[in-house]
């Protein structure tokens, strides 16, 4: 991350009071397999439903919204954890 970027960033935190995690570890869906982004999306479309993809506050974990049949969900992903393995479980459940 550039050094703006993360000033810009640090100052937005100020202003409303939160902190960047403990551990450094930031979510990036850069580091995601784009196929894989593209297969869950296309997925869970065809079964009529919706995939929001962001980030917490913070910025310390991925935060995935899920709608379906009226009901979300909202399951949030530590960096720390395998993005990529997430993903995968998504589209096992949504395949025909």
Do not use: H
Request: net charge negative; proline share 2%.
């Amino acid at each position: 991350m550039g050094a703006m970027k993360n000033q810009k960033l640090e100052a937005k935190d100020r202003r409303r009071g939160s902190k960047r995690p403990a551990s450094g570890e930031m979510a990036d869906w850069g580091s995601a397999e784009a196929e894989l982004l593209r297969k869950a999306i296309e997925l869970v479309c065809k079964s009529q439903g919706a995939i929001r993809f962001g980030y917490t506050r913070d910025g310390g974990a991925y935060a995935v919204g899920i709608y379906e049949n009226g009901e979300s969900i909202t399951e949030y992903v530590k960096p720390s954890e395998d993005i990529d393995e997430y993903l995968r479980s998504i589209v096992r459940d949504f395949e025909d």
